[in-house]
């Protein structure tokens, strides 16, 4: 079981970036899906999940409304889209990978809940 994060780098402010989480050796639509950012500095946070809210989406409330997440079940990727970013969006973003969860509380935002992670990709923003 592998995860990969990829798509950072070097980003303006303003800009977008789509960052993608590739599998192998398991089937992604099986698992909820998530992402974490850790800054330079800083403690790891979370930033959204899939299959993990009733099943559905999930997002910091931080950055609600400037990510998306969403999954293509063909090519077994996940994707992160962040809109107008800031320096404050510099970190390494990894994705991790664990039991779905149907309920509808915000336990998939929980970084303990994943037992698999990627290597992370570095995400800086900066004119």
């Known amino acids: 079981v592998q995860l990969q994060a990829?798509?950072?780098?070097?980003?303006?402010?303003?800009g977008s970036?789509?960052?993608?989480?590739?599998?192998?050796?398991?089937?992604?639509d099986d698992y909820g899906i998530a992402w974490f950012r850790?800054?330079?500095g800083k403690e790891r946070e979370a930033?959204?999940?899939?299959?993990?809210?009733?099943?559905?989406?999930d997002y910091a409330d931080p950055l609600k409304?400037?990510?998306t997440v969403s999954r293509d079940n063909v090519k077994n990727n996940v994707y992160l889209q962040?809109?107008?970013?800031t320096?404050?969006?510099?970190a390494v973003y990894f994705c991790a990978a664990g039991p779905p969860n149907y309920f509808t509380d915000s336990a998939g935002?929980?970084?303990?809940?994943?037992?698999?992670?990627?290597?992370?990709t570095l995400v800086t923003v900066s004119s």
């Open 47 to 57: 930033v959204a999940c899939i299959k993990c809210r009733g099943g559905g989406a």
């Open 82 to 85: 962040i809109h107008s970013m």
């Open 17 to 28: 970036l789509r960052l993608s989480c590739a599998a192998s050796g398991f089937n992604l």
């Open 6 to 14: 990829s798509g950072g780098g070097l980003v303006q402010p303003g």
């Open 87 to 90: 320096p404050e969006d510099t």
């Open 109 to 120: 935002l929980r970084p303990d809940r994943y037992g698999y992670w990627g290597q992370g």
């Open 65 to 67: 409304g400037r990510v």
């Open 38 to 40: 850790q800054a330079p």
